[in-house]
Nanobody
Framework: QVRLVESGGGLVQAGDSLRLACAASGRALGWYNMGWFRRPPGKEREFVAAINWSGGSTKYADSVNGRFTISGDNAKNTLYLQMNSLKPEDTAVYYC?????????????????WGQGTQVTVSS
């Protein structure tokens, strides 16, 4: 069982940066994979980024590639999403998730545990 606690969301202006954090408890994440998803207002949840916790391989959605960076701190058992050059279309509830299987994945049904979500609002 893994519990995920997210933080770092807020209200910012276009061009600003935010760093989201997702602290995991219950089990170490060293051999597993984690991802970030988001649900824009009025839309379905979509993939943002994923990382293999131990190997460091990453994947990004085209919409955030070059602006967002996913990373993990093994000592803190925490996942991060550094978001730079934020745009109004980045406004969404952001969720972190854990995949208890080998390899990064883009589909949300491949993830086993989810955080509660944190709101990111980007004004123009």
């Amino acid at each position: 069982q893994v519990r995920l606690v997210e933080s770092g969301g807020g209200l910012v202006q276009a061009g600003d940066s935010l760093r989201l954090a997702c602290a995991a408890s219950g089990r170490a994440l060293g051999w597993y994979n984690m991802g970030w998803f988001r649900r824009p207002p009025g839309k379905e949840r979509e993939f943002v980024a994923a990382i293999n916790w131990s190997g460091g391989s990453t994947k990004y959605a085209d919409s955030v590639n070059g602006r967002f960076t996913i990373s993990g701190d093994n000592a803190k058992n925490t996942l991060y999403l550094q978001m730079n050059s934020l745009k109004p279309e980045d406004t969404a509830v952001y969720y972190c998730a854990v995949r208890m299987a080998y390899g990064v994945a883009l589909s949300q049904n491949q993830y086993d545990y989810w955080g509660q979500g944190t709101q990111v609002t980007v004004s123009s």
